[in-house]
């Protein structure tokens, strides 16, 4: 037990050391982009433009990493090749690294269609209807579908806690309710 004693303390001041850091970065990042999560429809609405840009255009990820909690996970749900549904949870690391390269790669256009927000006290639950493009200029999607985003107000601002999603399919398109009125 004495000698787990020396560990555990390394372990401790390792901990410190790196909340710190992180403090200090997000010290900086709250300066530089307090005005984007100020509002719950800044934050979506920032969501969406920082992950879109054509191909060729870095997307910038300390913006992104500013607007989720540390602990945050991309949550991907859709039907598997045995016919059940399942999730794979993606962290932000993963997200950066293999997303936003793939995004910049191939240009990624996501805007959002229609929003439905719930909301009490500091958490807010919004349902956001998506259609995903290539090109700025092109007409017709590759994708859509829902983007089931949890919120958390901090008292200073909002942050994204997860964002769990799927895509619409010919056997599970988006309901009415979820699309713009006309």
């Not at 555990?8 to 010290?27: G, M």
């Not at 949550?75 to 950066?96: C, E, H, L, Q």
């Amino acid at each position: 037990m004495k000698k787990s004693i020396p560990f555990l303390l390394l372990l401790s001041v390792s901990f410190i050391t790196i909340a710190q850091d992180n403090k200090e970065d997000y010290e900086v990042a709250d300066k530089k982009y307090k005005s984007k999560v100020a509002t719950l429809d800044s934050t979506v609405k920032t969501l969406y433009e920082v992950i879109s840009g054509p191909k060729g255009q870095q997307r910038n990820d300390e913006l992104l990493r500013y607007l989720f909690h540390p602990e945050a996970k991309f949550i991907a749900s859709g039907k598997r090749k045995n016919g059940n549904y399942g999730a794979r949870y993606v962290t932000m690391d993963d997200y950066v690294d293999k997303s936003l390269k793939w995004m910049l790669e191939n240009g990624f256009f996501e805007n959002e269609l229609h929003r439905v927000t719930e909301r009490f006290g500091q958490i807010a639950h919004v349902f956001s209807t998506y259609e995903c493009f290539n090109g700025k200029n092109d007409t017709e999607p590759f994708m859509r579908g829902i983007n089931s985003m949890q919120l958390m107000y901090t008292g200073k601002r909002w942050v994204v806690m997860n964002i769990y999603f799927t895509q619409e399919s010919e056997e599970n398109p988006i309901p009415e309710k979820y699309l713009p009125k006309n």
